[in-house]
C-alpha cells in the first residue's frame, strides 16, 4: 500500500487483476463490435429497423473507446497544474458517450416516426446466391440472429468487473451489453413483419430500438453529469450513497481525541476526493494526530486517492456525519 | 468459431429457400396477387433498344420481359407510355405495377420506387445497371420479379 502526503496512489492486486482484464474485455468487444457492424453492412437493405440497429452498434463502441482512452489519463499521477490527477476525463468520456447516444438516437426516433407517419413501404429485395434467388431479409434475420450471442458473454463479465473497479463507464457499457439483444430480437421482428407484408412493424421496430437508445444516452449523461457537478459520491450502479462515507465518519470517530466527524465525499471517477471535518475533544490538536487519522482513513480503501482533514468547531451542514448511509 | 457460423449460415439459407415459397416476402398492398391471373399495369419511357414506342406499340428488350413475366403469370399487361418522372408518380400512387426505360442502378427516382437489382447482362444493355422500377415495398413483387429475371438472364 502506497499512501503519499494527501492519499493512496496505487492499485491493490485485485483491481490492478481486474483493471487488466478490463481492457482485454473493451479491445474484445471493439472486435467483435467491429466484424458485427461491417456483417450488418452487409445486408442492411432498405429496413429502418435494420439501419437503427447498425448505428445503435457502432454507437456502442463510444463507451469502449473512451474507457480506454480515460484510462490513458487518469494513470497519470498528480502534476502542480493538475494537483487533482486527471481522474475526472473518465466522468467527461461518460459525458461524451451519453450526450452521444442522446442526440443521435433522437435523431433516429424522429426519422422512424417521419417513416410511419409518411407510410413508407420498406422496400427489401433479393439476392442471388448459388443461383438461387434468395429475399435479403432472411440474411438480415440470419446475421441479427448471429451477432445476438456476443453481448452476452461480454456484457456479464464486464458487469463483474465494475463494481470491484467502482468503474461507472464500465458499469453503464456492461449494462447496454446485456440489453443489447432487445435491440436484436427487435430488428429481427422488423424484418419478419415486413416479410409478412407488415410495412409498419419495421417502423416501430426502429422507433423501439432508437427510443431504447436514448433511454441510455439520458441514463448516462444524467450519471456524468451528477458525479462532474460533484454530487456526494455513490455506489457504481448509482443506487444510493456510496457506504464509504459512513466508514470514515466510524473511522474517526473511534480516534480519541476526535469528538465527532463528518465528510464530504464526491466521486472522480473511479477513486474518491474526501474532505472530513473533525471537531477534537480539546482545544488543542498536534500534527502527529492529524496525520495519523488521514492515514488512517486512506488505509480504508484503495479509493481514497485524496484525504484532507480539516479541524473545526462545529460541523458543516452539508457534511455527512451518520456512520451507516443508504 | 469459423465453420459454425458457416454452418449456421447455410442452415440459414436452407431455411429461407425454403420458406421462400410460403409467401414471404409478401406484399403490403397486395400487387403480385392481383396480377396473377388479371392485369399487369407497366409503365414504359423509350430508351435505345431497350424500350422502343411505336404509337401503341412498346417493343424492345425490357417490354419483352415484362411480356413474359406476365405470361408466366398468366396476366394480360397494360400499357401506359410516359415520361420518366409521370411513370415514378404513378408508381408511387398506386396506379402503375412496374416501369421500364432506360433506368439503372444510380436512379435519383430510388428515394420514392423500389429499384430491382441490376441486370447489366441483358441483352442490349451494354454492360449498363439496367433496373426496373416497381412500388416502394411491394417486396413480393420484387422478389418474383427479380427471381424471373435471374432465370431468363442470370
Known sequence: MRIDAVGRTDLPDQQREALRSAVRWEWFTIGYTTVTIVLIALVVGGSQAMKTAWVEDMLSLIPQISFLLALLFIRRRPTRAFPYGLHRVMGVGHLVAGVALLTIGGSLAVESVVGLVKAEHPAIGTVRVFGATVWLGWFMVAVMALVVVGPFFYGHAKAKLAPVLHNKVLYADADMAKADWTTTVASIVGVLGVGIGLWWLDGVAALFISAGIVWDGIKNARTAILDLIDQRARTQDDSGAHPLIGRIVQRLEELPWVDEAAVRMRDMGQVFHVEAFVVPRRRKVRVRELDEARRAVAEIDWKMQDVSIVVVPALPKEATNESVVA | ?154
Do not use: K
Not at chain 2, 419511357?45 to 401503341?56: A, E, H, I, T
Not at chain 2, 430491382?116 to 416502394?136: K, Q, S
Open chain 2, 1 to 154: 468459431m469459423r465453420p459454425r457460423i458457416v454452418s449456421a449460415l447455410a442452415v440459414a439459407a436452407t431455411l429461407a429457400l425454403a420458406l421462400t415459397g410460403c409467401g414471404i416476402p409478401a406484399d403490403p398492398d397486395g400487387s403480385l396477387d392481383r396480377i396473377t391471373g388479371g392485369v399487369l399495369r407497366a409503365g414504359a419511357s423509350p430508351s435505345g433498344n431497350l424500350v422502343m414506342v411505336d404509337g401503341d406499340e412498346v417493343s424492345g428488350v425490357l417490354p419483352e420481359v415484362i411480356e413474359d413475366f406476365a405470361a408466366a403469370r398468366d396476366a394480360r399487361v397494360e400499357w401506359t407510355v410516359d415520361s420518366e418522372e409521370d411513370l415514378v408518380d404513378d408508381l408511387a400512387s398506386g396506379r402503375l405495377d412496374v416501369a421500364v426505360g432506360g433506368m439503372t442502378a444510380q436512379t435519383p427516382w430510388a428515394e420514392q420506387v423500389s429499384v430491382t437489382r441490376a441486370y447489366p447482362e441483358l441483352p442490349g444493355a451494354n454492360g449498363a445497371d439496367v433496373v426496373i422500377l416497381l412500388p416502394m415495398g411491394e417486396n413480393g413483387l420484387q422478389a418474383a420479379i427479380e427471381g424471373f429475371l435471374d432465370e431468363e438472364v442470370g
